[in-house]
């Protein structure tokens, strides 16, 4: 399987800062690589696919990059409804699918 | 705009089969842009993709749970299940349903679903 490390694993910010998640994969996965965010009591609800692509009504403060093995997520100005759990995930065709093990960004 | 909704048992006993379905409202199962998933989280274990189902009933589970898993489709009341088998105590989690299309992963999920293994 192919393995996927977020760091950090907590990050404390403030509104108004630009957080950066990271993503590592154990092997290459070209752009096949999600981001979701996860409120408490709540499923995750999808944010970026395709590395890079917005979900439909996903803020554009959200934004994606990378690709084969590092990826990041960024926020560009932190706002107080994106105090959340984020989990980056990898659906390779030929792979089971795998989630990273989440990066909680809480209140500084 | 698709809307899942997970139902079973909040409560399975060691060695016994889980069971649980997800009705679908807004998609149709036989329509071939889906595919829907089981997804668990757990504390120990994080989110944990369980496996698939199309619409053709063609399915693809995750290895380490392929031996326990079935997940099937009941097109007459556009629903799809999951069953898995022997449980532990390591089954306990919450129990998401979702769907996904070519390319683009689970943009639509259930509630989710507590269920807790225990005598």
């Known amino acids: 399987d192919i393995q996927l490390t977020q760091s950090p694993s907590t990050l404390s910010a403030s509104v108004g800062d630009r957080v950066t998640i990271t993503c590592r994969a154990s092997?290459?996965?070209?752009?096949?690589l999600a981001w979701y965010q996860q409120k408490p009591g709540k499923a995750p609800k999808l944010l970026i696919y395709?590395?890079?692509t917005l979900e439909s009504g996903v803020p554009s403060r959200f934004s994606g990059s990378g690709s084969g093995t590092e990826f990041t997520l960024t926020i560009s100005t932190l706002q107080p409804e994106d105090f959340a759990t984020y989990y980056c995930?990898?659906?390779?065709?030929?792979?089971?699918?795998?989630f990273g093990q989440g990066t909680k960004v809480d209140l500084k | 705009q698709v809307h899942l909704q997970e139902s079973g048992p909040g409560l399975v006993k060691p060695s016994e089969t889980l069971s649980l379905t997800c009705s679908v409202s807004?998609?149709?199962?036989?329509?071939?842009?889906?595919?829907w998933s089981w997804i668990r989280q757990s504390p120990g274990k994080g989110l944990e993709w369980i496996g698939y189902?199309?619409?053709?009933?063609?399915?693809d589970y995750s290895p380490s749970l392929k031996s326990r898993v079935t997940i099937s489709l009941d097109m007459s009341k556009n629903q799809f299940s999951l069953k898995l088998n022997s449980v532990t105590a390591a089954d306990t989690a919450i129990y998401y349903c979702?769907?996904?299309?070519?390319?683009?992963?689970?943009?639509?999920w259930g509630q989710g679903i507590l269920v807790t293994v225990s005598s």
């Open positions: 979702a769907s996904s299309r070519m390319a683009i992963p689970f943009d639509f």
């Open positions: 807004g998609g149709s199962l036989s329509s071939g842009i889906y595919y």
């Open positions: 189902v199309y619409y053709r009933g063609s399915t």
């Open positions: 092997q290459r996965i070209g752009d096949w």
């Open positions: 395709g590395a890079s």
């Open positions: 995930q990898q659906y390779n065709t030929f792979s089971p699918w795998t």
